[in-house]
Structure formats: C-alpha cells, structure tokens
Antibody, heavy 120, light 110 residues
Framework: QLQLQESGPGLVKPSETLSVTCTVS?????????WDWIRQPPGKGLEWIGS???????YYNPSLKSRVTIYVDTSKKQFSLKLSSVTAADTAVYYC?????????????WGQGTLVTVSS | QTVVTQEPSFSVSPGGTVTLTCGLT?????????PSWYQQTPGQAPRTLIY???IRSSGVPHRFSGSILGNKAALTITGAQADDESAYYC??????????FGGGTKLTVL
C-alpha cells in the first residue's frame, strides 16, 4: 500500500523560505504519476501548489509560481517543496499527494499533512 | 483569473438528497475539465469520491454520484447519512497541467 509522509519544520519566520519534504513508501516514485503539493490554511479550503514528475518536469500554480520550487530526489524516494518570502498568509497544513499523468484520473493518495506556521 | 465556485454550506436531512455544485466565474464546466470530488472530515486528509465527472473511486458508496448539470459539475448524495457530514471539494483541470480546487462546501446532516 502506497504511503506518503510529509515532514517539515513546523515554524518558519516571515520573509524566510519554507521547506517541506514528502517521503514515498510502499511503491516507486519512478512511475507514471505526478507528485503534488496542496495546502490548506486553517479553516479554509484546499489550494493546489504544484506538481513534479520523476523526470524533473514541474508545473506550478500561476499565483504562487514566482515563489515556488518543487523538486524530486529519486534515490531517496522523496519530493520537496520550497516556498520563499513567506508571510502569515502561508500558514497552512501542507499535504503531499499523487495524481496520474492521465488527467481523467484523480489525486488518489494523500499524506496526512504537516502544519507549517509562519510567525516571528 | 477564473475562480472555481462552490456553495459555502448546505444542509440535508438524514435520508434526503442533496446536490452540491462546482462552477466557474467565467465559462461552463464540461467533462473536459475532468471534475473530481473529495470528502474531508476535520483533521483528516481528503478522500477521493468521484473522478472524471462520474466515476466512483474504489470503496465509495453508491449513494454518491457525479454529473454535469447545466454549466456546472455536480455531486449528488442520495439517502444522506450522518457520517456524510463533511467538507466537499471539487477539483478542475484548467489545462497546461494546472489544477484548481473549489472553495469547498460544508455539508450538515440534520
């Protein structure tokens, strides 16, 4: 059974760079899937941040694109998110997820999420 | 910028039927947007209910169904149960490998 597990610092200072990592277990990261980051501010809805393919191809939410980098480390079966110049508005639960290259298929596996708070 | 719209909240009686919708501030939702629906209870990760407009994910009860109604995607729950009380999110494919989630609908069963 595929499992995704997020890890992150928990607390980041304003203007700094947020970094979170997702570790994939129970399956390969070198597959016909995209690996995604999705976030949810407390009490609010879901926001797709972006995705990466094991080949290194990336796709980003246009509203976040200038601050986001997503990359994959196949040797560690991990993919990571970096979000620069954070503010309190970036406080959220950050989920990693997987979706198929076939866009008719869904985000089918999700991690449990990690809360990142932006505060001085 | 096009925004994906959902009803902020909805209420249904136990055993009743409710239809939640997923629209666009500009344009109509069609099957080409590959609408999918996710259920989320507090403190949990979302769970996939419906994808590609009307295909139920594995293990999802038959009381959940998806469709296109008019210019929106729709999620219908027929015979609502107490444990259907959750937040429901739609996701749409916007082209160029970009996805957008709706703001979510909080469903109350009472």
């Amino acid at each position: 059974q595929l499992q995704l597990q997020e890890s992150g610092p928990g607390l980041v200072k304003p203007s700094e760079t947020l970094s979170v990592t997702c570790t994939v277990s129970g399956g390969s990261i070198i597959t016909s899937y995209y690996w995604d980051w999705i976030r949810q501010p407390p009490g609010k809805g879901l926001e797709w941040i972006g995705s990466v393919h094991y080949s290194g191809s990336t796709y980003y939410n246009p509203s976040l694109k200038s601050r986001v980098t997503i990359y994959v480390d196949t040797s560690k079966k991990q993919f990571s998110l970096k979000l620069s110049s954070v503010t309190a508005a970036d406080t959220a639960v950050y989920y990693c997820a997987r979706h198929w290259l076939d866009r008719s298929k869904p985000f089918d596996y999700w991690g449990q999420g990690t809360l990142v708070t932006v505060s001085s | 910028q096009t925004v994906v719209t959902q009803e902020p909240s909805f209420s249904v009686s136990p055993g009743g039927t409710v239809t939640l919708t997923c629209g666009l501030t500009s344009g109509s939702v069609s099957t080409s947007y590959y609408p999918s629906w996710y259920q989320q209870t507090p403190g949990q990760a979302p769970r996939t209910l419906i994808y590609n407009t009307n295909i139920r994910s594995s293990g999802v009860p038959h009381r959940f169904s998806g469709s296109i109604l008019g210019n929106k995607a729709a999620l219908t729950i027929t015979g609502a149960q107490a444990d259907d009380e959750s937040a429901y999110y739609c996701a749409l494919y916007m082209g160029s490998d970009i996805w957008v989630f709706g703001g979510g609908t909080k469903l109350t069963v009472l």
